[in-house]
Each structure stands twice: as C-alpha cells, then as structure tokens.
C-alpha cells in the first residue's frame, strides 16, 4: 500500500488532496498543528477510530517551524511520497507577519526537505508553489515566466521553490514543484477573496449581514476549483521524472467579475451592498494573474473540470446552505457569523 505524508492537510488543498489519496488506496498521514481550537473540520468526515483494524488515515502533530518533529515523522512513517502543502497561506497577513510568514514557508520547507536528504528515506516530494511569484510579471505566465515577487508571502514561496529545485539539482531528490494559480471551493478560508464574498453574499440574502466591504475590485485572477489541483498535484508524483508545472485554467477575470456574478445567482444586485474599505489594500498589489498550463496539459494530460461560472455558483449555493444550518442552529451560531464579519482580512 502507498504511504504518504501529507502537511497542511487540515487546509483546503490538504482536505481535498487527503480524499482523493485515501480513493485511490494510500495510506494517508496528515500533519496538523497545535491550536487551541479544532482546527479539522474540513478532515472530520474522513476520520476512523484509530483502533478500527481499517483505517488508513492518520494525524500527527507537528509544525513546519519544528525541524525535529519533521525529521522524527519521516523517520518513523517512511512515507512513499510527501506533499508539502503547510503555509502561512494569506498574502495580505503576510506584510502583517512577515518573519513568521518567511519562517513556515521558506524555512519551513527547507527544514522540510533538508529532514528528507538527512533521514535518507528515498521518496517523492511535491512542493505547493504559487503563482503569487509571478507578482508584476505580464500574463499569461509559463514555467518560463520570470519571477517577480510581491509580498512576503511570494517571496517565501520563492525561496521555497528555488530550494526544491536546488535540491533536485544537488542530491538527486524527486522533487516537483506544482506552481498553482488560484484555486477555490466550499472550504476555501472565509477570509480569502472568492469565500469571504460567497459567505457574505448568503448571510445577506438569509438577513444576517447588511454590507459587503472589499478592496481592489480590480485585480484578475486565473480561478479554477480546488478537487481539480489536488488532482494535478497527484499527476506530478506519478511521473518518473520530477519537473516544475504550472496549473490554472487559462482565464481571468476580476474581483468585480466575481462579486456580480455571485450575487445575480442570489437574486441581489452588487452595487447596493458592497462598499470599498482602503483596508483591505495591498502594500503592493498583483494586477493580473492568468495562467499559460499548456506544459501540465500536455504531459499530465491534466484539464480542469469546472468553469469560473460553476465554480461561483458551487460556492454561492454552499455557502447559502450553511447559513440557513446556522440559522436552524440557533443564537449562538448566528451570533459567531455576525461577529465574524468585522474580522476578515
Ligand atoms: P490553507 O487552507 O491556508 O491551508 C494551509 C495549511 O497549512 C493548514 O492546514 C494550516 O493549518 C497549515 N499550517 C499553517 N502553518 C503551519 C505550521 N507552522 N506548521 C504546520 N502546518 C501549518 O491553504 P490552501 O489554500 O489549502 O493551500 C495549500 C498550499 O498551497 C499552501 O502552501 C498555499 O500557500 C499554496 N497555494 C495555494 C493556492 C490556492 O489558491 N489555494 C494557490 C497556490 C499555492 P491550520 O488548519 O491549523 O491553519
Ligand atoms: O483571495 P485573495 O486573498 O488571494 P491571493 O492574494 O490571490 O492569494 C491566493 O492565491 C495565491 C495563488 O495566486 C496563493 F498562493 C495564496 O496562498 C492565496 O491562496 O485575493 C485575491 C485578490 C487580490 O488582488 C486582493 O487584493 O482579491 C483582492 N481583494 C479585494 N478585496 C481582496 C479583498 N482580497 C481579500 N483577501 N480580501 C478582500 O477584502
């Protein structure tokens, strides 16, 4: 049976990524971190009790800031392929916190990586690279688009990136790096653009918000749908040889796009509930991301599977779902959802 290890599982990739190793038999060990609240939701449903004699998905607790809890971990499961998709993940709390942000993302994957060539355990390793490095470069970009970092957050990625690639180079590492452009779904995190509009527009059609407050309407983003990534980062462990791939859907829209479409699928015009609040903008922004994926189309043969049309209304009629279970769940739901709009970033 397949083994592997993967971080960040208790994220919307990992979740995603986790289903799908678990469908095609593996045995999945997921890293989460220690957190003074639940922090596996999005893994609950695929959880077994550890003593049932079938179960092949397991926790561990560890954090990407712990060289010696990685290294312990690779030693003693010896996984068959590690995915490492644990991150500091937002980009504009990455200028809040930028050392943190260097910390778990380029940092951490090197010790991640460094515990791999250290232990000697001979396994394939992907990396979760971002399209965020790119920055200012023109689109569409390619494997061979020059990077152009923005924030922190791209900048980490890049050392994250560029150590993967170094390592492959020096030691011999199977080691793939997926350069992946923004993908959504349900179990986005609510404070990410796609998701805090998606919420927001059910909590206003369902009467528990009034007002929607964003920044850049501006910026185009390549969406695609989160099931569809985790499947391409499967694709690339599967390969014989290891190799960089960019992932996206080839089209762009804007934020504005996206904010209409998602409340004309509610029935509700934009324009009356969205206002625009200097918060929210970026030190330095990414204009436009949009992603040239001919190289995993060709040798993965990976194509997505979901429109930018669908994928709103997949996470419009989610997120309308769960606001009528919080509202059939009482005050103390409710109240969470209400107080919980102040602090989206
Ligand atoms: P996400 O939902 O923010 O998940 C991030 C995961 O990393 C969570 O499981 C989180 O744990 C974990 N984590 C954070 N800090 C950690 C630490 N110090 N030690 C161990 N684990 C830690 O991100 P995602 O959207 O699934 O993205 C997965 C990866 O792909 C990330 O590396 C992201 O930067 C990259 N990426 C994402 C996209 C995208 O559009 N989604 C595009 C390109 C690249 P908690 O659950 O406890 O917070
Ligand atoms: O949804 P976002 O926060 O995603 P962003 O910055 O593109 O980063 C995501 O995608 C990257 C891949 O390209 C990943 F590497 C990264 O981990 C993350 O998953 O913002 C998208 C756009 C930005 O231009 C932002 O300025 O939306 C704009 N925006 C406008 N108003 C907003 C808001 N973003 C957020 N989060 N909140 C707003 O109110």
Redesign the pocket.
Known sequence: MMKALV????????SYLTELLLAKGYEVHG???R?SSF?TDRLDHLYRDLHDCDARFFLHY????DGSSLASLLYDLRPDEIY???????VKVSFEVPEYTAD??AS?TLRLIEAMRRTGVRCRFYQ?????MFGSAPPPQSESTPFHPRSP?ACA?LFAHNITVNYRESYGLHASSG??????SP???ET?VTRKITRAVAHIKRGIQRKLYLGNLDARRDWGY?PD?ARAMWLMLQRDAPDDYVVGTGEAHTVREFVELAFARAGLDWNEFVEIDPRYFRPAEVDYLMADASKARRVLGWEPTVTFQELVRIMVDADLKEADSKIRGGDDALRTAIDSQGRNM
């Open positions: 971080t960040g599982s208790t994220g919307q990739d990992g890293l989460k971190r957190s922090n560890a954090d990407l800031t490492n998709l644990a991150a500091q993940s937002h778990v993302v951490g979760a690279s971002s399209s965020e957050y990625k350069i992946l452009f923004n993908h959504e179990r986005r995190g990410f989160a990534y």
